[in-house]
């Protein structure tokens, strides 16, 4: 059994500026490098370098059109680059509770209506895409 | 430029709003979550010499 874990139930998703942990129902923030090939003639096998930093924060919102909640969060946004951050709880900043931060995310694509008869309208797979990757632990 | 706070989902509603890096200050007033409070500054009174010598 593993000595630590952690399960997220009250995790802080803020995306320019604005809270919407109440409207988030899933967030995956992802560092990801490019891999660059540096095999050469000595090698046996394939090696790699890390190029540019590539990462990415995809979350589902709930969709709301009241005011302050998600459309009139995000309507603005999708086509520009924004700052978005994520927490494990709503707990102070600390080492055990660290904030990550992409400044400058692009974010591509926003859907507008994803609705199933009978069931909450969920804007799934908005993704924040590159930006600079910073975390805060104080 | 100074911003006030209108929705607690950006902060304490009434207080000063202090942009971060990268923080798009225009949707923020778009989507009503903040404005701006800053007044128009008055320009420089331009003193005319009427003293004819």
């Keep these: ?138 | 430029m100074k911003y006030t706070i209108l929705n607690e989902a950006v902060g304490e509603v009434g207080t000063e709003f202090v942009p971060d890096d990268g923080i798009n200050v225009e949707a923020l007033i778009e989507g009503g979550f903040i404005k701006s409070t800053s007044k128009a500054t008055k320009s420089d009174k331009t003193i005319t010499d009427t003293n004819e010598e």
Excluded: W
């Design chain 1, 1 to 138: 059994m593993a000595s630590t874990s952690t399960f997220l139930s009250n995790a802080v998703v803020t995306i320019n500026s604005v809270d919407l942990t109440g409207e988030c129902s899933s967030a995956n923030l992802t560092r990801t490098f490019d891999a660059l090939e540096s095999t050469n003639m000595s090698n046996t096998a394939r090696t790699f370098v890390g190029g540019l930093e590539n990462s990415s924060l995809v979350v589902d919102l709930y969709n709301s059109y009241a005011a302050s909640q998600t459309y009139a969060t995000l309507k603005s946004l999708v086509g520009t680059a924004v700052t978005v951050k994520i927490k494990p709880t709503s707990a102070a900043t600390s080492a055990t509770n660290p904030e990550h931060t992409l400044t400058g995310a692009f974010m591509g694509t926003l859907p507008l209506v994803v609705s199933s008869l009978g069931a909450l309208d969920v804007c799934g797979g908005i993704t924040f895409q590159g930006g600079v990757y910073s975390v805060a632990t104080a």
